[in-house]
């Protein structure tokens, strides 16, 4: 970074853990909670104390049917679905992690279902990248964003509500409430469980090599 400090900005606990490591001279981790305005409002205090660059980096869903669970996204562009706002990504911040290519859209909510997705036309859909963006453009500085996917684009979400908090949090004991009364989303739970391991799996390599074309 030249002189400068990064911050690597993650919306829940889960991806926080992962990315703790790279925390050091230079490199922030910062767990925003989920939505862009939360990672817009952790952004900008992380720029006013100091933060020159700012990476989001997490999970996302798949819009397009070519992606596959684990696959690393790199985005050209980053879309506020509310707003329809675009800001274009730093190809020099996430260079090592793979080309840039595509929209990133991020959405108000989860976006559970095939058809809901469709509608959005982009790559890839998170709910936090956008807020990122938002702040570095309003300070001009560097954003880039590094995604892994965690669900494809044909399938169809369990449902969260009352089981994942605002900041992000998996209550277990919540989730195996939900299974019992509600079995058909078995399946759909341990299909998203797969999906979140091979995302990490991926992210963790992705970040690394970044980071090291940054350095």
Known sequence: MGGGVLAIVCAVPAEERMLRRFAGPGVLVIV???GARCAEDRATEAIAAGATAALS???CG???PSLKRGDV???ARVRDAVTGDEWGCDASLAHGAGSLRGMLVTADRVVSDPAARRALDGLAVDMESA????ACAQAGIPFAAIRAVTDQADEVLPDMQGVVDDSGAV???RVLGRLITRPRDIAAWARLARGARAARRA???A???ALGEVA
Request: a neutral charge; proline letters at 12%.
């Open 57 to 59: 980096v997490g999970f």
């Open 131 to 134: 807020g990122t963006a938002r």
């Open 171 to 173: 209550h277990p004991v």
């Open 207 to 209: 970040v690394e090599a």
């Open 203 to 205: 992210l963790i390599p």
């Open 62 to 64: 798949a819009l397009h």
């Open 73 to 75: 996204v790199v985005p």
């Open 32 to 34: 925003t909670g989920m």
